[in-house]
């Protein structure tokens, strides 16, 4: 017997949304005050982020009231559908970063449109989603086999190939999505263990018998109470013990001011953990957990496997960007310089993942 249809929003996901994106607005202001203050203006970082957010709310309505299951529909006078056209539309942007591309702190990552700059490789990560979504959807059997596994990663492969070339933070995030999304799908998880292995080997091998940089990161991590270059991370594990339980007070860290290199960024965990304590820390951590599980029952309840597979897309890359976030910031792993969601200070992530809840919302208006 099928069951009855809702046609609105799932409340509870909306507003969880919109009550971690605020609490980031505010830990931006506090995190970022000295810098922006240097800078010329307080509000500078607030500006950039409630920018971002805007245009990703407006995003996130539009998309929620859209029916998700046009992606797959086929485009008149055209085989392809819009789920092709966005897989494309991102790899293009991924190579015309590498030619026309804007340069900052030594990295090419943004494109300029005149009007915004953005960075392609945050736009790949919805485009992996909606792909291996749709892949699925048309057989998720094969998945049940290495070789159907293999096939994903092959379409995959140009994608994650460019984004390498340009962020191995984002790469690593993409291919956590392809993985994790194929390893949900499939009804037989053995020769996962085996790709499991090789990807930790081989991850393993290209960064200890690396040079350069990815060296350096990995005797910060092993030795970052005497290697010179671990300023960061340390400031950052200075900031979290002076926190202790209960914090020093909203807008009293010590650490952001000058102490910890872009601390409304990437290490904006730490500045939350020293001004909040772990009790603010992990209020912080549960919200998400809540906002996780709320993703999982629109998923369960999906109407099709298209949907079920968006929403367990958005997951893991909310999951993998929390979970590395934390883990850099406390030292549990080597720095990544992966932001924590909704929280660290970036308009493009912002505006992205505001539009994927959209996907999630416009899945839960359709739930059974």
């Known amino acids: 017997m099928k069951g009855k249809r809702y046609y609105h929003s799932d409340y509870a996901l909306l507003f969880m949304t919109i009550m971690i994106a605020l609490f980031g607005v505010l830990m931006i202001y506090s995190a970022g005050y000295y810098t922006a ?114 096939k994903v990663m092959l379409f995959m492969g140009p994608a994650i190939f460019f984004i390498l070339i340009e962020n191995m933070s984002s790469a690593i995030i993409v291919s956590g999505i392809v993985v994790g999304m194929c390893f949900v799908a499939s009804r037989k998880k053995a020769y996962f263990l085996l790709c499991m292995l090789v990807f930790v080997v081989g991850g393993a091998a290209y960064i200890f018998l690396g040079e350069g940089f990815r060296a350096e990161r990995i005797d910060i991590w092993l030795h970052v109470e005497t290697n010179e270059n671990a300023h960061q991370i340390k400031q950052g594990l200075y900031a979290i013990a002076t926190g202790g339980v209960f914090g020093n007070g909203l807008g009293n860290s010590m650490q952001k001011l000058g102490y910890i290199p872009e601390a409304y960024n990437d290490m904006i965990f730490a500045v939350i953990c020293e001004e909040l304590g772990i009790v603010g820390a992990a209020a912080l951590m549960i919200a998400f957990l809540i906002l996780f599980w709320r993703i999982v029952l629109i998923a369960i309840r999906a109407p099709d496997l298209f949907g079920t597979m968006i929403c367990a897309g958005v997951l893991i890359q909310l999951a993998i960007q929390v979970v590395i976030n934390v883990a850099v910031v406390t030292n549990s792993m080597p720095s990544t310089g992966i932001p924590l969601p909704f929280i660290s200070y970036g308009g493009t992530s912002a505006a992205i993942m505001m539009a994927e809840m959209g996907l999630v919302l416009g899945v839960s208006r359709q739930t059974k």
């Open 37 to 150: 203050l240097r800078e010329g203006s307080q509000w500078r970082f607030v500006i950039g982020q409630l920018l971002g957010l805007g245009i990703g709310a407006f995003a996130m309505i539009l998309v929620s009231t859209l029916d998700y299951q046009t992606l797959m529909k086929p485009m008149p006078h055209c085989r392809g559908n819009l789920v092709y056209v966005i897989y494309l539309a991102a790899i293009a942007m991924q190579i015309a970063v590498l030619f026309v591309g804007v340069e900052r702190n030594g990295a090419k990552r943004w494109l300029n449109l005149g009007f915004v700059q953005f960075q392609p490789s945050e736009i790949s990560k919805i485009a992996a989603i909606l792909f291996v979504a749709y892949m699925v959807h048309r057989n998720r059997a094969a998945l049940d086999h290495f070789s159907g596994f293999l």
